[in-house]
């Protein structure tokens, strides 16, 4: 009998696999599509050539990830590589904001009226970046807080909403790239701790920049599943499960799915009735003929931009895909420039780029031509240098990833309290009803990314339960 079994392999549940392995656990993944990776995988989805992430490419998280970070997975290839710039937010007079790895450079971008309000916003939680990290990443845990001081000052700070967060700040250059930063988690900016989560993000790229990994996403997964198979653990792909009695006999059976898939297949019923799926995105990969042509000389050398006019306007579109239940006619747009940093993602003098937009859950229009409207806006000619594009709306986001229910790529909306309490409140969300079941997806605490953190979290909960057996 096994001692854990792991349902997904997405990098939640290859980290749960690795963390349980590391301790002695004999441990088995069973992962229904062909390839590990979940949302870190990387596919030539328009030429040949042109590698892109159907998903997640940008990792500020994963390069501060305590659980990433404890781990060797730079023996098993992982390579982070960076942009001259993080992160560049354009505006259409052609000048931009940026977040940089210097505090004062991303504060002398929005003009001298907001300058040191950012600096005195940011760096007092710079210096103890890491323990702050690990702390507000671990919860809830059973253990203190490392430095409950700080944790709880930046509660203060960033428990209300970005909106009131973001009344510190005179001019809109400063809102306008706060509220992208909270956009990232595809809710309204009004909500409960939005402002923590631009705090974060913003910290996060001071910290370590936001890299990319070296060849696309695919890298972290298969560092995390090489690492787990030189500790002895095992990586199943092209098995799908339907119902428990699909999975081989083991003390403890950890889901890296969606809540209501948990419960489907574990038979708890009506167990996560209540868990709310959130906006979609819909998304576009471009092969691209050269670099995007942005009018900001900023943008051009940023691997994530930002594209929203105004906060006003990133407001909202986020209102009308969350709330309104239609496509905003001015999409909000993160897109990540991936060959900036790393030229072998596309033959010599080509590019992979891509962009994402927020529509409703499960809505089945086509985003393509409101997204380059708004491409063009800021960078103009952009559609002559498009080689080739791969669409995924809502539809074809769920039947490519089946945590992507209506096309969340949240796994569960973060907003209001269960952005806080997922995917339930309980002082135990990595638990189920089942003494042996587990969940471990971006649905339990700390959320949405590529980070693990949620994977090792609930791999302490579990091997405090079989080591209490």
Not at 20 to 44: D, P, Q, Y
Not at 131 to 151: A, H
Not at 160 to 185: C, E, I, K, Q, Y
Not at 212 to 229: C, E, F, N, P, W
Request: hydrophobic fraction near 45%; aromatic fraction near 8%; include cysteine.
């Amino acid at each position: 009998m096994l001692d854990a079994v792991i349902v997904g392999a997405g990098p939640n549940g290859l980290t749960a696999a690795v963390e349980l392995a590391r301790r002695g656990f004999s441990v088995a993944v069973f992962e229904a599509n062909a390839t590990v990776g979940g949302g870190a995988r990387t596919e030539e989805l328009t030429l040949p050539g042109f590698r892109h992430d159907p998903c997640s490419a940008a990792h500020p998280l994963g390069i501060n990830s305590p659980a990433f970070r404890a781990m060797p997975l730079e023996r098993y290839g992982l390579e982070w590589l960076h942009a001259p710039l993080p992160m560049a937010h354009p505006f259409p007079d052609g000048s931009a904001a940026v977040l940089s790895r210097s505090v004062a450079e991303t504060a002398a971008s929005f003009g001298p009226r907001d300058a040191g309000t950012y600096r005195r916003l940011v760096k007092p939680f710079l210096p103890k970046w890491d323990v702050l990290v690990r702390d507000f990443m671990s919860l809830p845990m059973s253990s203190l807080p490392r430095d409950p001081v700080t944790l709880a000052r930046f509660g203060l700070a960033g428990l209300p909403s970005s909106t009131w967060l973001m009344r510190r700040f005179r001019d809109d250059r400063a809102r306008a790239l706060f509220a992208g930063l909270v956009a990232h988690v595809i809710a309204p900016l009004d909500g409960i701790v939005t402002g923590g989560v631009g705090m974060v993000f913003a910290l996060a790229g001071h910290a370590r920049g936001w890299p990319v990994a070296r060849g696309g996403s695919q890298s972290i997964s298969d560092a995390l599943t090489a690492y787990l198979k030189d500790l002895g653990g095992a990586v199943h792909t092209d098995y799908e499960v339907k119902r428990l009695d699909d999975l081989p006999p083991a003390r403890a059976y950890v889901f890296d799915t969606s809540p209501t898939a948990l419960a489907r297949i574990a038979g708890l019923g009506d167990a996560y009735e209540h868990y709310r799926y959130g906006a979609s995105a819909f998304k576009i990969d471009y092969a691209l003929d050269g670099p995007v042509p942005w009018t900001a000389e900023e943008a051009r050398s940023a691997g994530t931009v930002h594209v929203g006019a105004s906060s006003e306007e990133i407001g909202a579109a986020l209102r009308a895909a969350s709330r309104e239940g239609r496509a905003p006619d001015a999409p909000f747009l993160i897109t990540v420039q991936p060959s900036i940093a790393d030229p072998s993602r596309a033959p010599e003098g080509k590019h992979v780029f891509w962009a994402y937009g927020h529509v409703p859950n499960g809505w089945e229009g086509d985003l393509t031509d409101a997204m380059e409207r708004q491409l063009e806006r800021f960078a103009p000619g952009f559609r002559d240098r498009v080689l080739a594009r791969a669409t995924a709306g809502p539809p074809q986001l769920a039947a490519g990833n089946a945590n992507y229910v209506g096309g969340d790529i949240a796994c569960g909306a973060a907003s209001g309290l269960q952005l806080l309490l997922r995917p339930k409140l309980s002082l135990f969300p990595y638990g189920t009803k089942h003494p042996a079941v587990f969940l471990c997806s971006s649905a339990t605490p700390p959320g949405p990314g590529v980070h693990g953190m949620s994977g090792h979290n609930a791999a302490k909960a579990v091997w405090k339960r079989l080591r209490a057996a």
